[in-house]
């Protein structure tokens, strides 16, 4: 379905730790980008990529990380810095250029 | 940065008549607008897109309006059927700028049978 995977799909993590989603995409698309959707605020840009080994904050990037190693992958971690971790996370990717981004199944991430 | 403002987060409808939700963006270099809709459950899906040389865009029952001077654009659906019930999201995007992609808040949309 697009092409686009994430996992996993529900994530529990106790406060204090660090936990990584993963995202993976086939569709040869250059633009990459990590979504944080909380109900009622629509979908947050935490972080995007254009190319490998190139990332850009989002407007919520405060307490995230990503890597851009290769261009099918881009990893989000939410570090023990980021207060409210709670929500569910989309991965998107893109031609460049303003075209059709396709999303991710998503994951919920639950902090205990 | 860009800021994308989405109205009403609400709307109820009767299946058959028309919804528009409107958007207003802020960043006046931005030139491409798209428009998801997320059924429950399920991940967001692009319905139509416009760029902004062009004032007005049509699919089917679906429509876009971008009106560039006052720097809105709006999603019109004519003829609702129950299936149309989702959460609807407008976008903007500055082509230049590491094509950074803004969402509105959503607009949840219920169309009553």
């Known amino acids: 379905d697009g092409g686009i995977t994430q996992s996993p799909k529900y994530l529990f993590r106790k406060e204090g730790q660090n936990v990584t989603l993963s995202c993976e995409q086939n569709l040869n698309h250059d633009a990459m980008y990590w979504y944080r959707q909380d109900p009622g605020q629509g979908l947050r840009l935490i972080y995007y990529s254009q190319i490998v080994n190139d990332f850009q904050k989002g407007d919520i990037a405060e307490g995230y990380s990503v890597s851009r190693e290769k261009k099918e992958s881009f990893p989000l971690t939410v570090t023990s810095a980021q207060k409210n971790p709670t929500a569910f996370y989309l991965c998107a990717s893109s031609y460049r250029g303003g075209n059709e981004q396709f999303f991710g199944p998503g994951t919920r991430l639950t902090v205990l | 940065g860009e800021n994308v403002e989405q109205h009403p987060s609400t709307l109820s409808v009767q299946e058959g008549d028309s919804a528009v939700i409107k958007c207003t963006y802020s960043?006046?270099?931005?030139?491409?607008f798209p428009w998801y809709k997320q059924e429950l459950g399920k991940r967001p899906q692009l319905i139509i897109d416009i760029r902004s040389n062009v004032g007005e865009k049509k699919d089917q029952r679906i429509a876009v309006t971008l009106n560039k001077t006052a720097k809105h654009f709006s999603l019109h659906i004519t003829e609702t059927q129950p299936e149309d019930s989702a959460v609807y999201f407008c976008a903007a995007m500055e082509e230049t700028s590491y094509d950074k992609v803004i969402f509105g808040p959503g607009t949840s949309l219920s169309v009553i049978p």
């Open positions: 960043d006046s270099a931005s030139n491409y």
